[in-house]
């Protein structure tokens, strides 16, 4: 939670949190704790509580005044746009959420920071343009990372996906968002590893069994994880000479976004 657009911050003690399953890894709240106490907002709580899907709904109606917002992450993301009374235009380009602010009126705003946090970290490596990238995986951190690849990749993406059904989900956000996007099977992803961008959405573990393919000259990886790390593929990419960006890339330039929310 950071300060309103005019600068005030809402009076008196707040509470925050951070969604997802699991979710006891997330560094959030020390992220924003941090923050909290920087910003002299004394009596701010930030926490981490296990909520999944079907408990979504309830948890959020439950909640009293004193909460201020919400992060979210998998597999909440796509969840709670429907539960939310509007969302930021970023958001509903990929119909993902993971910020969630609640107004002075009781009504609840989503926004989505992975779209440009992914584009920011990207950029301080210097990695403005790329030729083609490809992508691993294709849930909501995967649609997002297409959409930061949209104003920064000339050629194609390839994302490796499991089943026909996640296929069709990934070309239909290249449609919408504007990427030139081909699909190709989960038992294909070593070939992935070959292009210049390289972004693994996956949950941990997905990609543990790619490591050994790295090539000898790899490009850059973008994964998005940050417990466990480095990542077996990780390691290696590092090992071998590649560029490597990790969650906390993600996390540290989502949190530092103007806006009102992390």
Request: proline share 9%.
């Amino acid at each position: 939670m950071r300060p309103t657009p005019d600068g005030d911050l809402p009076k008196g003690p707040r509470r925050a949190a951070v969604l997802g399953s699991p979710v006891a890894h997330s560094l959030s709240p020390h992220l924003h704790l941090a923050a909290y106490r920087a910003l002299g907002l004394s009596g701010w709580t930030y926490e981490r509580i296990e909520t999944d899907e079907a408990a979504l709904p309830g948890f959020l109606d439950g909640l009293g005044p004193e909460w201020a917002g919400l992060s979210l992450t998998m597999p909440l993301k796509r969840a709670v746009v429907p539960l939310l009374d509007r969302i930021s235009e970023t958001a509903a380009a990929v119909d993902a959420v993971n910020t969630v602010v609640f107004e002075a009126d009781g009504s609840r705003s989503g926004d989505n920071t992975d779209i440009p946090g992914l584009r920011a970290a990207l950029a301080e490596r210097g990695l403005t343009r790329v030729p083609a990238a490809a992508v691993l995986g294709a849930g909501a951190t995967a649609s997002s990372a297409l959409a930061a690849l949209a104003p920064v990749c000339d050629g194609e993406v390839v994302a490796y996906v499991r089943g026909p059904a996640r296929a069709a989900e990934m070309r239909g956000w290249g449609e919408r968002l504007g990427v030139d996007v081909r699909t190709e099977p989960w038992d294909d992803a070593v070939k992935g590893l070959h292009a210049p961008l390289v972004v693994a959405t996956t949950p941990a573990g997905s990609t543990d069994g790619l490591a050994d393919a790295v090539p000898e000259a790899p490009g850059t990886l973008f994964d998005v994880l940050y417990e466990p790390w480095p990542t077996p593929l990780a390691g290696r990419w590092a090992a071998r000479g590649g560029q490597v960006l990790g969650g906390l890339d993600l996390l540290v330039h989502q949190a530092v976004l103007p806006g009102r929310a992390g």
